[in-house]
């Protein structure tokens, strides 16, 4: 079992910056890609962006590419998501999630899920 704790949402005026943290417990953090994706009210989950287990490739959804970053820290067992410029359509309850030994694209099953963080852009 994998357990994901996300922090670091909150309210933000557009244009402004959140960074979001997930950090991972249970299992070797290393053999898992990672993933945020975002589940604003009435519609569905979708993909955000993805890290490959060693952080060396990352995926984005259009929506977020140049604006939103992913990474990793291994040896803190963490994976983080940077967001700037801001739009208030990017309010969504956040997820953090892993895959084992997968590669971090948005196809992937994602076997283990945080509870995710409110994200909140107003305008």
């Known amino acids: 079992q994998v357990q994901l704790v996300e922090s670091g949402g909150g309210l933000v005026q557009a244009g402004g910056s959140l960074r979001l943290s997930c950090a991972a417990s249970?299992?070797?953090?290393?053999?898992?890609?990672m993933g945020w994706f975002r589940q604003a009210p009435g519609k569905e989950r979708e993909f955000v962006a993805g890290?490959?287990?060693?952080?060396?490739?990352?995926y984005y959804a259009d929506s977020v590419k140049g604006r939103f970053t992913i990474s990793r820290d291994n040896a803190k067992s963490t994976v983080y998501l940077q967001m700037n410029s801001l739009k208030p359509e990017d309010t969504a309850v956040y997820y953090c999630?892993?895959?084992?030994?997968?590669?971090?694209?948005?196809?992937?099953?994602?076997?283990?899920w945080g509870q995710g963080t409110q994200v909140t852009v107003s305008s």
């Open positions: 999630a892993a895959d084992f030994y997968g590669a971090g694209n948005p196809n992937r099953n994602y076997e283990y």
């Open positions: 249970g299992r070797t953090f290393s053999n898992y890609a």
């Open positions: 890290i490959s287990m060693s952080g060396g490739t990352t």
